[in-house]
Nanobody
Framework: VQLQASGGGLVQTGDSPRLSCVSS????????VGWFRQAPGKEREFVAA???????TYADSLKGRFTISRDNAKNTVYLQMNSLKPEDTAVYYC???????????????WGQGTQVTVSS
């Protein structure tokens, strides 16, 4: 399974970009898909995850600003990010797992990441 994350770039504070994660695998719809991010000098952290049925979970600090969704017909998961702040600057990664979890170690396949830089 290969994952391709896209949609990042340089944005302004308050912007609302949407990231996409496209999978090449035929069985994409059976997997949990998660988004993680790694800011400069920090460890990678959980952002959000969505189950194959559409249930979602978020990092507490991001609830209400970020929304994860999926379109299984397009093998794509989205991360809508609203009201971005400079502290949201990070490389954003998507990954897939068989368990609905925020634990990075349970995710088997990772995309290459997409850089999001929020300028003040």
């Amino acid at each position: 399974v290969q994952l391709q994350a896209s949609g990042g770039g340089l944005v302004q504070t308050g912007d609302s970009p949407r990231l996409s994660c496209v999978s090449s695998g035929r069985t994409f719809s059976i997997y949990v898909v998660g988004w993680f991010r790694q800011a400069p000098g920090k460890e990678r952290e959980f952002v959000a995850a969505i189950s194959y049925g559409g249930a979602s979970t978020y990092a507490d600090s991001l609830k209400g600003r970020f929304t994860i969704s999926r379109d299984n017909a397009k093998n794509t998961v989205y991360l809508q990010m609203n009201s971005l702040k400079p502290e949201d600057t990070a490389v954003y990664y998507c990954a897939i797992a068989r368990s609905f979890s925020a634990t990075q170690g349970l995710y088997d396949y990772w995309g290459q990441g997409t850089q999001v830089t929020v300028s003040s």
